[in-house]
Structures are given as structure tokens and as C-alpha cells.
């Protein structure tokens, strides 16, 4: 396999073959499509920058994945689930790796079985867990609040944005598979790392046109949730950090049409209000990143305070 991925890449119409590659995804011959897969999670591994985003945009696509639900048939009935889970050297979220998704397992699967459901639904987990450990693109700047970009910039920033926001709404999908959606988000976490909030910003602030208004919603309160634990997290430490850049995201929820994301944009806002108190900040969380570096300083002096309680006070869920 890692012959192949060489050749591909070493290759003067690389191009041409890594779409070759993808369009065998599509194809009707399931012997072809699951090498075809085994082959995409190689590339991933092996690409980077522009090449990797792409590959695995258009890897999302052809998977076609509406939700989780329906995916956990490669690991129903297996004789060492339990076991393995309580396995002190396993942790529940990294089973789905260690037992289900590594090299050994999927080589096996696609030999015995190549044409079989559960064959198909393994390979494309272990193509969909590699994507929120993709690196975020070096020198671009991310707009984690507009997704749009206008042709002919660097779209390098908007395809990322795109891949993880669809990973987070995949992951929040369903509940039938709490193993694989744990390990996608904690994946997903690590990757952000402080840019955590913002995304989540982003993630509620958008609204991706080929989401049905259901999923939209379930999407919005997973989002608004995973804010006000960040939130709440960080009230703990008692640290002094000013959140007024989240405060416009937060209000865009409140104008919800959905009345349990209008109460948990409440919820959000209500936190951020206790936040604004605790005493002078020392810096404001995400201001470079959503205004950029040339926005000028922000005012860190501590009288958003009563303006931020004022439009919590007036909130209200009708």
C-alpha cells in the first residue's frame, strides 16, 4: 500500500491520479472502492497543506454522510468489546482506533469481506477520524465566523473551517455511536485548542444550506453547550479573561428561530455575564483572531461590565 501512495506521489500526474482515486469511491465495484479507500486514508496520512484539505473535502463528499446512525455495524457483536473497554491499558474513546480502525484490522476486514456493510461503514470511519487531526493551514488566516471565501483567494482557511465544522456536526449527529463521536470530538478539541470557543462561535453562527432545519438545531445546541462548559471551565480557574468577542455570536443565537437555542444562547450569555465581573481582565479572548491583528487594541478596561449584565437582564426567550 505505501508502494502505491509513493508511486502516487512521486509521480508527474499525481493530480490525476489522487482523482482517479477519489472518483473510485463513487464507483459501483465495492473490490474497487473499499482499495479505493484504503488508499485515500493512506494519502491523508501521507499529504499535506492544500493537497491534504482537498483530498479530504472531497473524501467527505463522496462518503456522503448525513449522520453516524446506521455506521455502528462493524462493531456490534464483537467478542472483545467488553473486555477491551475495560482493559486498563485502553481508554473507551481510543478503543475505536486501537481495536476497530488501525492498519492490521482494515487490511483484514477488506480481504475477508470487501463487499459487506460493515466493511464499507469501517473504512469510511477510519478515513472520517483522520480528518479533525489535520493541521490548520500554515500562513492563512482563519475566519472561523464566515465560512464564505470569495474565488480566487486562499481558500486554504475556508476548506479547513468547512472540514472541521462538518466533522463537529457528524460527531453530534446521533448518539447510537458514543464511542466514535467522543474520539472525533476530542480529536477535534485538541486540534483547536484555544481556538475552541470561536469555532463553536462559528459552528452556531453559520447556516450550512444543505442542513435540514432539524439538524441545523441539534447542531446550534451541541455548539451552545460545549460554549457554556468552555465557559464554565475556565470561570473555575478563576482566570481573568475578557470574552466580550463572543458576545455578537451569542446574540446571533438568541434571534434563533428554535426556542431551545434561543434558551441556550440565555444560558451562554448569562455565564459570560458572571465572567464580565470577576475583576480587570488582563487580556480579551480571540480579538486578534475574529477582528484581525490590524484592528487596533482592544479596550481591556474593565466597563463592558454592566452593558454585558444590561443585555443579559433584557434578554428574554418569547
Given at each position: 500500500?505505501?508502494?502505491?501512495?509513493?508511486?502516487?506521489?512521486?509521480?508527474?500526474?499525481?493530480?490525476?491520479?489522487?482523482?482517479?482515486?477519489?472518483?473510485?469511491?463513487?464507483?459501483?465495484?465495492?473490490?474497487?472502492?473499499?482499495?479505493?479507500?484504503?488508499?485515500?486514508?493512506?494519502?491523508?496520512?501521507?499529504?499535506?497543506?492544500?493537497?491534504?484539505?482537498?483530498?479530504?473535502?472531497?473524501?467527505?463528499?463522496?462518503?456522503?454522510?448525513?449522520?453516524?446512525?446506521?455506521?455502528?455495524?462493524?462493531?456490534?457483536?464483537?467478542?472483545?468489546?467488553?473486555?477491551?473497554?475495560?482493559?486498563?491499558?485502553?481508554?473507551?474513546?481510543?478503543?475505536?482506533?486501537?481495536?476497530?480502525?488501525?492498519?492490521?484490522?482494515?487490511?483484514?476486514?477488506?480481504?475477508?469481506?470487501?463487499?459487506?456493510?460493515?466493511?464499507?461503514?469501517?473504512?469510511?470511519?477510519?478515513?472520517?477520524?483522520?480528518?479533525?487531526?489535520?493541521?490548520?493551514?500554515?500562513?492563512?488566516?482563519?475566519?472561523?465566523?464566515?465560512?464564505?471565501?470569495?474565488?480566487?483567494?486562499?481558500?486554504?482557511?475556508?476548506?479547513?473551517?468547512?472540514?472541521?465544522?462538518?466533522?463537529?456536526?457528524?460527531?453530534?449527529?446521533?448518539?447510537?455511536?458514543?464511542?466514535?463521536?467522543?474520539?472525533?470530538?476530542?480529536?477535534?478539541?485538541?486540534?483547536?485548542?484555544?481556538?475552541?470557543?470561536?469555532?463553536?462561535?462559528?459552528?452556531?453562527?453559520?447556516?450550512?444550506?444543505?442542513?435540514?432545519?432539524?439538524?441545523?438545531?441539534?447542531?446550534?445546541?451541541?455548539?451552545?453547550?460545549?460554549?457554556?462548559?468552555?465557559?464554565?471551565?475556565?470561570?473555575?480557574?478563576q482566570g481573568s479573561i475578557d470574552f466580550q468577542a463572543i458576545v455578537p455570536s451569542v446574540l446571533v443565537a438568541i434571534e434563533s428561530p428554535s426556542r431551545s437555542?434561543?434558551?441556550?444562547?440565555?444560558?451562554?450569555?448569562?455565564?459570560?455575564?458572571?465572567?464580565?465581573?470577576?475583576?480587570?481582565?488582563?487580556?480579551?479572548?480571540?480579538?486578534?483572531?475574529?477582528?484581525?491583528?490590524?484592528?487596533?487594541?482592544?479596550?481591556?478596561?474593565?466597563?463592558?461590565?454592566?452593558?454585558?449584565?444590561?443585555?443579559?437582564?433584557?434578554?428574554?426567550?418569547?
Open positions: 500500500m505505501f508502494a502505491v501512495i509513493d508511486n502516487i506521489m512521486l509521480s508527474e500526474s499525481a493530480s490525476e491520479h489522487i482523482d482517479f482515486v477519489l472518483d473510485v469511491l463513487k464507483d459501483t465495484n465495492q473490490n474497487g472502492v473499499a482499495l479505493g479507500y484504503l488508499v485515500t486514508r493512506a494519502l491523508l496520512g501521507k499529504l499535506s497543506g492544500r493537497h491534504q484539505l482537498s483530498v479530504a473535502q472531497h473524501a467527505i463528499q463522496a462518503m456522503g454522510i448525513e449522520t453516524l446512525s446506521g455506521m455502528e455495524d462493524f462493531i456490534k457483536g464483537s467478542d472483545n468489546l467488553q473486555s477491551v473497554r475495560h482493559c486498563p491499558n485502553f481508554s473507551s474513546i481510543t478503543l475505536i482506533c486501537s481495536q476497530f480502525i488501525n492498519d492490521t484490522s482494515l487490511a483484514s476486514c477488506v480481504v475477508h469481506k470487501p463487499g459487506s456493510r460493515a466493511t464499507l461503514n469501517r473504512l469510511k470511519v477510519a478515513v472520517l477520524t483522520l480528518i479533525p487531526t489535520i493541521p490548520r493551514p500554515a500562513n492563512s488566516r482563519i475566519d472561523w465566523l464566515d465560512h464564505v471565501t470569495q474565488s480566487g483567494e486562499d481558500t486554504r482557511g475556508a476548506q479547513y473551517v468547512a472540514l472541521m465544522t462538518t466533522v463537529y456536526a457528524l460527531a453530534n449527529a446521533t448518539s447510537t455511536l458514543p464511542l466514535l463521536s467522543a474520539y472525533l470530538l476530542r480529536a477535534l478539541f485538541i486540534s483547536l485548542k484555544d481556538d475552541a470557543l470561536v469555532f463553536l462561535a462559528g459552528v452556531w453562527s453559520s447556516t450550512p444550506n444543505d442542513a435540514s432545519a432539524e439538524a441545523r438545531t441539534q447542531t446550534h445546541l451541541a455548539a451552545l453547550a460545549h460554549a457554556s462548559a468552555f465557559l464554565i471551565a475556565h470561570e473555575a480557574t437555542v434561543r434558551a441556550a444562547a440565555v444560558q451562554c450569555l448569562s455565564i459570560l455575564a458572571r465572567l464580565s465581573q470577576v475583576g480587570k481582565p488582563k487580556a480579551v479572548y480571540a480579538f486578534n483572531t475574529i477582528y484581525g491583528i490590524h484592528s487596533g487594541e482592544p479596550n481591556p478596561r474593565h466597563t463592558g461590565s454592566t452593558k454585558l449584565t444590561d443585555t443579559h437582564r433584557s434578554a428574554t426567550i418569547p
